[in-house]
């Protein structure tokens, strides 16, 4: 009963008060992964044989399995602080944010949850985009364990979405104070200097983020997209289109660096380039309604209608969904 009653609030409280995230707004990558709470089997006490499907189906990414698993221990368990955890770590990695969230609180009764728990429910949180809950576990991490430079970057990016620009700045510039060659941090600096029309210091910011970026070898695509889209504006289109085609090179399936590539080509006039960079966008996240309006566009100057018809079609139905969310 209890727990359906979490359930039930959860789903009210996000729905009724959930908002768009800015345009360019990151999300958790393999920094936030590395925190996502997947306990050593053997604190679970599974069996050999149990164990070893376990880690064979999270392997797989047959996550399903592992999530039905786990509920049916936790439904046994007089203690289960632990196979919540791991479950809300599996249903994070499975996408499914609302009941990992869910499964993070109910394991908070249980006793207190680790700094990766606490994490990767905040990061639940932007996902479901409730960023004042995110903002309260980040700042409770960050009292908790004050050297680390993630917790203040990522209130710095709830700061940056809100608008709220004055605060990003001052938590960007902290993650950098206590890591300097937090390439993340530069990257944000950059944004927020961006959108204070700073443009020489949002340059410096993100050259300094590409920098650190390539020399760790990073797989965080976003500081090369970032400059990419600032020099773009800027109408310096071959260092633009290195950077685009530099963050796609981190990350393959980054729908963003194909829409912006995209937004270049169809400037450019390069009209075949530019379709198959807003199909491959429209493709990698399908709720993304800016590659099909782009597509709509293209199809629409074409003159094929039947096509163009159906992407404006398409593009009513996001925008209308997205607006029922806000």
């Not at 996502?36 to 880690?55: G, I, R, Y």
């Not at 996408?95 to 869910?102: D, H, S």
């Not at 959108?195 to 797989?219: C, D, F, I, P, V």
């Not at 685009?244 to 400037?267: C, N, T, V, W």
């Amino acid at each position: 009963m209890v727990g359906r009653c979490i359930f039930h609030l959860l789903v009210a409280l996000i729905l009724s008060g959930a908002a768009l995230r800015a345009e360019d707004s990151a999300r958790p990558g393999a920094a936030e992964l590395a925190q996502v709470p997947l306990t050593a089997w053997q604190q679970l006490a599974f069996d050999e044989k149990t164990t070893k499907e376990l880690q064979t189906e999270l392997a797989a990414k047959d996550y399903g399995r592992v999530e039905t698993t786990l509920v049916v221990r936790v439904a046994a368990s007089e203690h289960p602080r632990l196979l919540l955890e791991t479950l809300g770590g599996v249903l994070f990695l499975d996408a499914k944010y609302l009941e990992a969230a869910i499964a993070f609180k109910k394991a908070e009764k249980d006793g207190a949850l680790s700094d990766g728990a606490r994490f990767t429910l905040a990061m639940s949180y932007v996902e479901l985009k409730r960023s004042d809950w995110a903002r309260d576990e980040l700042t409770r991490l960050s009292r908790e364990k004050p050297a680390e430079p993630l917790y203040p970057y990522w209130m710095g990016r709830l700061d940056y979405d809100d608008q709220r620009f004055t605060d990003a700045l001052a938590k960007f510039s902290r993650a950098i104070e206590l890591d300097a060659r937090f390439a993340r941090g530069y990257d944000g600096l950059g944004l927020v200097n961006q959108a204070m029309g700073n443009l020489e210091t949002a340059e410096k910011n993100y050259q300094q983020a590409n920098r650190l970026n390539r020399e760790q070898g990073s797989k965080f695509a976003w500081p090369a997209l970032n400059y990419g889209k600032l020099l773009r504006d800027a109408s310096r289109y071959a260092e633009a289109r290195l950077l685009f085609q530099e963050a796609l090179a981190i990350d393959p399936s980054m729908a963003k660096a194909h829409y912006e590539l995209g937004r270049l080509e169809e400037g450019l006039a390069e009209t075949d380039a530019a379709m198959l960079d807003f199909k491959a966008a429209a493709r990698l996240d399908p709720q993304d309604p800016s590659p099909v309006y782009a597509l709509y566009r293209l199809y629409n100057k074409a003159g094929e209608t039947a096509l163009a018809a159906a992407m404006i079609s398409r593009f009513r139905e996001l925008t209308a969904k997205s607006g029922s969310q806000r």
